[in-house]
């Protein structure tokens, strides 16, 4: 019988050790930004009712219609759905668990999400994202301190405003007045209706403000020339945008006011904004939100004021691997070559010593053989996977030098490095030679 190899599903992909230091490398820069600005952190389920996402992201959004990987649960017949974005739970759990009950809440989450589409660079059937709500904030600085929040964050990355990434931003406005625009962009549709594409023509009574979001060439100019949501704004919301592009423009931001910024949820209003990158081609969105000021109300909350954004982390490491702004990978301080594997135990009670004052040390391991017989590897054997770990120095344990109870340092980096020996008595200078 053949043997049935099993792979992972198309879309959903290993992020092995060669890679995976580059994800720790950017989760701690989101840590340290967050903390910066007093974002705390939340985890929610990646499980959720089918249910919350079906009335938080709007029933007929691609999300919804498309993309949700849902199913019945054969304990109870729920419907239950892996989560294709993190707003809706995070305000699941905030009106779960009353956590505006005091004071608004800025939060932050890290972790998986699913949609079911066809996978391609950046953009995968799991993917992982990075997001901040801040709930219970109705003011337009929170609007700012949202996108200041994310732009701190690429200047932490190293990226440059301009060169690797711009910012657009908009506004939706309120529920009354995009009433009106979306009637007024019905009337305009219809009357090109030989002009729709089969998709704009499905979307013209359901949700005509995604026509405007449309990929086809051939729609451009048609859609260029629609009837604009700003053009439809109120006082009140014009006020509220220019609040937000004044405080850009006092931290030297550069914005571009993109009227026909959509994004892919129904439950935003006011602003919206999206970073996006020249070097990514289609898939150079890498990080968009807005204010959604009903959506907890919408849920079953209390009415409570919101605004926040997510970032596809995919994305930005393929961001910064194209920019040649990646961390270094991470390598040991020193490997410990062991000729004698009688002397294992001794020389592991050094090394965990070494390790409780910072020292990251790679021991030689032992190799059994199929007769029982445990030996260690040749010398030169040993220098070969101390030179391939990448560790600054080896750390020779050999029979003499432990006899005398001392331990040579070999640099391995270093061409005519001169070998040192060391008490193994006093280990601060050991340590110390380690640390340089």
């Known amino acids: 019988m053949d043997k049935l190899k099993i792979n992972a599903i198309k879309g959903m992909n290993d992020i092995l050790p060669d890679t995976s230091y580059q994800w720790e490398w950017l989760e701690d820069k989101v840590r340290t930004v967050m903390a910066s600005f007093a974002y705390r952190n939340i985890r929610t389920p990646i499980v959720e009712s089918t249910h919350l996402f079906v009335r938080g992201l709007g029933d007929v959004t691609d999300i919804v219609e498309k993309e949700m990987y849902s199913f019945e649960d054969k304990m109870n017949g729920d419907a239950l759905t892996l989560r294709p974005e993190n707003t809706a739970g995070v305000v699941r759990a905030a ?13 932050y989450y890290m972790g998986p999400m699913f949609r079911h589409e066809r996978p391609q660079r950046g953009r995968y059937r799991q993917f992982h994202q990075v997001g901040a709500e801040a709930l219970g904030f109705g003011g337009a600085e929170i609007d700012a301190e949202m996108i200041l929040l994310a732009d701190s964050l690429w200047r932490d ?69 629609a009837p604009k949501l700003m053009d439809y704004l109120g006082a009140a919301s014009l006020a509220h945008f220019k609040t937000v592009t004044n405080i850009l423009e006092a931290h030297g931001i550069d914005y571009t006011i993109n009227p026909r910024l959509v994004r892919g949820m129904d439950y935003y209003n006011l602003t919206v904004f999206e970073f996006v990158t020249p070097h990514l081609g289609s898939q150079g969105t890498i990080c968009g939100g807005g204010r959604y000021d009903d959506l907890m109300t919408q849920m079953g909350g209390k009415a409570a004021p919101a605004v926040g954004w997510g970032l596809g982390i995919e994305r ?14 991470p390598v040991p301080d020193a490997y410990a070559v062991i000729p004698d594997v009688e002397n294992i135990p001794r ?38 996977r101390a030179d391939g770990s990448g560790a600054k120095y ?43």
């Open 95 to 107: 009106i779960e668990h009353n956590l505006l009950y005091d004071a608004p809440r800025r939060l």
């Open 157 to 225: 990355l190293g990226l440059k405003q301009g060169a690797d990434y711009r910012l657009e931003i908009g506004s939706l406005g309120q529920p009354d007045e995009r009433k009106v625009h979306r009637a007024a962009l019905i009337a305009y549709f219809e009357e090109r209706m030989d002009q729709l594409d089969a998709e704009a023509k499905a979307r013209l009574h359901s949700n005509p403000l995604r026509i405007l979001d449309t990929k086809n060439p051939a729609m451009q100019a048609l859609v260029e020339a």
């Open 316 to 329: 930005v490491l393929e961001l910064l691997k194209e920019l040649k702004l990646q961390a270094p990978e």
């Open 347 to 384: 020389v592991m009670q050094i090394l965990q010593a070494l390790r409780t004052v910072g020292i990251a040390v790679q021991m030689h391991a032992s190799t059994p053989s199929a007769d029982g017989h445990v030996a260690m590897a040749s010398f030169k054997s040993q220098f070969k």
């Open 394 to 436: 080896a750390l020779v344990f050999g029979a003499d030098e432990l006899a005398d109870n001392r331990v040579t340092v070999k640099p391995l980096r270093e061409m005519g490095g001169e070998q040192q020996s060391f008490s193994l008595s006093e280990l601060g200078a050991l340590v110390s030679i380690l640390h340089s």
